[in-house]
């Protein structure tokens, strides 16, 4: 080893190897057998998969403990929320808010204002609105609000804009929900342009329609009327040839979209309320439950008709919807009995002689799908021999779903969801509560009872 003049030795340059041979395998572990199976890639692929689950559980139980600790963090004091003199418990505010984009900011109960040039001391929790839903009931889809940033990027703006407004419940009823989807579409139809190579009945479906039914579906549960156009649009789209120029398929498909709004939407509705309002009586006390379009048109229809009749609407109690619709039957100079809740329910059933009901839905074994609370009034009225007519398009009916109970098919009200309790947003109706449906299509009795949907639905498929 070479040595510098005061005697301290100088490390000796690095030597350069040529032409390494192969790197040794690494030594097996020391506690391993030397005769250790090796793994098969399946058994390799398992393993990593059984790593990958064992990590997210533990970064979920890591969140909720960090969850529970904010909890802790940001809750009141024990002596937080009573007053310094005689402990009574005070209104105070709120020590966390939610906000829209699913983060609570929290602060401690006896936390102060920080003084100038001191910051506050906060704590961000992401949160889970389903995390107070019982596991029973974890197959109940709810609507949310997805960021515009975190959806497709081939969704169009035409169609985000639609997704939060049906999230934030803007655009409720489900026809209302069915034309504002089909006249979205009409805009992505309108700005779509085949890729070079491609023709539109290949490309169009999966690329660009696909991506914004997933993002609506995302936004809130598909309604029934919304599947039944999506899959006859699907139909039309497929029926086209692949050589079928682009602005003939576009077109074709912006005058389906339209005869299916005027068939399916606009006249459904006059005939419906036509066919309904030839159904009241002179001296008729009607029951109604909230506010429903169709509902609405009948009575009007049956008003300008000449008949004399009075209504009783029994209200939702927490949408409160009836108080329009008494609004504006009162306008029109029809007498109106009102009821904020079910409370007034039995008295109301006592006046009525009929009942209509606007319904989100018929399945195939003829029960009704509606806002929640429409069973009870099936009932009361089933029970007081009182007739129950439910108005409904074709275009929500569904002949493949027979469910038998509110759990099967519904939603969880998003508004209403705590950790105490939560609220579902429709009810199904048993066919036998049901006197009639009245529908679009006529039979030869006029109207059909609930357990004919599938015949209506056959009538239908003729007629196409």
């Known amino acids: 080893m070479a040595t510098e003049a005061n005697g301290v030795p100088v490390p000796a340059p690095p030597q350069q190897v040529e032409n390494p041979g192969p790197v040794p395998a690494a030594d097996p572990p020391a506690n391993a057998p030397a005769d250790a199976p090796r793994l098969s890639n399946a058994e390799l692929k398992a393993k990593a998969k059984a790593e990958k689950a064992a990590r997210r559980a533990r970064e979920k139980d890591a969140k909720a403990a960090a969850i529970a600790a904010a909890g802790v963090f940001s809750g009141p004091s024990p002596g937080a929320g009573a007053d310094g003199k005689g402990g009574k418990p005070g209104k105070g505010k709120q020590d966390a808010q939610q906000g829209s984009g699913g983060l609570a900011v929290g602060r401690t109960g006896n936390q102060r204002r920080p003084s100038h040039g001191q910051q506050p001391l ?4 992401e949160t889970d609105v389903r995390r107070a839903i019982p596991d029973c009931f974890s197959h109940i889809p709810m609507a949310k609000r997805i960021s515009t940033s975190q959806a497709h990027k081939d969704v169009h ?47 169009f479906l999966p690329h ?13 549960p598909m309604c029934f009327s919304m599947g039944n156009a999506i899959r006859f649009l699907k139909a039309i789209i497929n029926k086209f040839d692949i050589d079928t120029p682009e602005e003939e398929a576009k077109e074709g498909l912006l005058e389906s979209i339209d005869s299916f709004i ?32 169709l509902v609405q048109k009948t009575l009007l229809q049956a008003w300008q008709d000449g008949k004399k009749f009075d209504v009783a609407v029994v209200d939702d109690p927490f949408d409160q919807t009836g108080q329009a619709l008494a609004k504006v039957l009162r306008h029109e100079g029809i007498r109106v009995f009102y009821s904020p809740n079910l409370s007034g329910l039995r008295l109301q059933v006592r006046r009525a002689t009929k009942v209509f009901l606007g319904a989100e839905a018929m399945f195939a074994n003829g029960s009704m799908y509606g806002p929640a609370g429409t069973c009870d009034i099936s009932m009361a009225a089933a029970d007081a021999n009182i007739p129950v ?6 275009i929500n009916f569904d002949r493949d779903r027979v469910p038998t109970d509110s759990l099967t098919y519904n939603e969880i009200d998003p508004e209403r969801n705590s950790a105490e309790d939560f609220r579902l947003l429709f009810d199904t109706t048993r066919g036998k509560y049901l006197e009639v449906v009245v529908t679009e299509y006529e039979s030869e009795t006029g109207n059909a009872p609930a357990q004919g949907i599938l015949a209506i639905l056959t009538m239908q498929e003729d007629q196409l």
């Open 157 to 203: 703006p035409a169609v985000l804009a639609l997704g939060q407004q049906m999230a934030a419940f803007t655009v409720c009823d489900s026809i209302a929900r069915l034309k504002c989807t089909l006249l979205a579409f009409k805009k992505v139809i309108e700005s779509y342009e085949t890729p070079k190579g491609n023709s539109l009945s290949r490309h």
């Open 122 to 125: 906060t704590v961000v929790v």
């Open 262 to 293: 005027n068939e399916r939407i606009t006249l459904a509705e006059l005939v419906i309320a036509r066919n309904a309002a030839d159904m009241i009586c002179d001296s008729d006390v009607v029951l109604t439950y909230g506010s429903h379009r």
């Open 208 to 220: 660009v329609l696909n991506p914004q039914i997933e993002y609506l579906t995302e936004c809130r």
């Open 389 to 394: 007519i439910a108005l409904c398009e074709t």
